[in-house]
């Protein structure tokens, strides 16, 4: 079945670092590919998503560029900031379906 | 505020006992997902409702069921609950990816509920 795989965690960076959080999938046909992150005690927002391939999201200075031929959706930031402190989950979707299948997620710690 | 809201936020009950967890869509969207949440397992995917119907099915026990009602709003059954079914419940309501004019946000997730099973 589908499946998605992302860096374990944790990640501790200082502000103003670069972030990279790697994510590759596994999946039949063409799916979509969605980051999203958890702030503490709330649920997954939405971060940025891409439809087809060489698609780029982007949102908030994150960006993340659909790969198929590494089957890669990398997700990077220039410069974090304390804020940015969350759980980041890479997932897909197929078309017909819609259902989300996620990564184990990505815990980041940005230190001041 | 996503939109998509959950009762209750905390339950704490004990094995062997039955919950009822609610999820009420973001205004508009039809369908209604449920994800189970826990550290070993993370995220997983339950059950997918579609205006009313069964759309979709992922790992979700026998001991768990649900519906969606004809306002939308979605319950899940968990019954002769086990220490192992505690865990973070969410909801996620969504329109279609490919509907003209659908925004950034794709699928809206609730804030969810925490099951404690003791």
């Known amino acids: 079945g589908d499946s998605v795989t992302q860096m374990e965690g944790p990640v501790t960076l200082s502000e103003e670092a670069f972030l990279t959080i790697n994510c590759t999938y596994t999946?039949?046909?063409?799916?979509?590919l969605f980051w999203y992150v958890q702030y503490p005690g709330e649920g997954l927002q939405l971060l940025l998503k891409a439809t087809k391939a060489d698609d780029k999201g982007s949102n908030k200075g994150f960006e993340a560029t659909y790969r198929k031929e590494t089957t890669s959706f990398h997700l990077e930031k220039g410069s974090v900031q304390v804020s940015d402190s969350a759980v980041y989950f890479c997932a897909l979707s197929q078309g017909g379906s819609e259902k989300l299948v996620f990564g184990k997620g990505t815990k980041l710690t940005v230190n001041p | 505020d996503s939109g998509v809201t959950q009762t209750p936020k905390h339950l704490i009950t004990a094995t062997g006992q039955r919950v009822t967890l609610r999820c009420s869509p973001r205004s508009g969207d039809l369908s209604v997902y449920w994800y189970q949440q826990s550290l070993d397992q993370g995220l997983q995917f339950l059950i997918q409702y579609y205006n009313g119907e069964e759309r979709a099915k992922g790992n979700i026990l026998e001991r768990f069921s649900a519906q969606q009602f004809p306002d939308l709003h979605s319950e899940l059954n968990l019954s002769s609950l086990e220490l192992g079914d505690s865990a973070l419940y969410f909801c996620?309501?969504?329109?279609?990816?490919?509907?003209?004019?659908?925004?950034?946000?794709?699928?809206?997730f609730g804030s969810g509920t925490r099951l404690t099973v003791v």
């Open positions: 996620a309501s969504s329109v279609p990816l490919d509907r003209v004019g659908s925004p950034l946000r794709g699928y809206t």
């Open positions: 999946a039949t046909g063409y799916p979509s």
